[in-house]
């Protein structure tokens, strides 16, 4: 795999791409930790997530409707 050079790109779209990959970071440490507040946190840390009210009763959901996948994370 070879990257493709982008030397020129808007900011905003660099501050999108590092917000994701701050997402997907945390993300990832919520799977290897086993943590939902760490899924709680990437979901919030979301650029696509307005409202972050309900998001820990959303994830609470979530687990809970796909224990079968998502039983691990406590």
């Not at 799977?31 to 409202?51: F, W």
Request: net charge negative; charged share 25%; hydrophobic share 45%.
């Amino acid at each position: 795999v070879h990257g493709i050079a982008f030397d020129e790109y808007p900011k905003g779209f660099g501050a999108l791409i590092r917000n994701y990959a701050g997402v997907y970071d945390i993300t990832a440490d919520a799977v290897l930790q086993g943590s939902r507040d760490l899924v709680i946190q990437a979901v919030m840390a979301s650029p696509t997530v307005g409202e972050v009210r309900r998001v820990p009763e959303m994830v609470d959901v979530v687990i809970s409707d796909q224990a079968r996948w998502l039983d691990y994370l406590k």
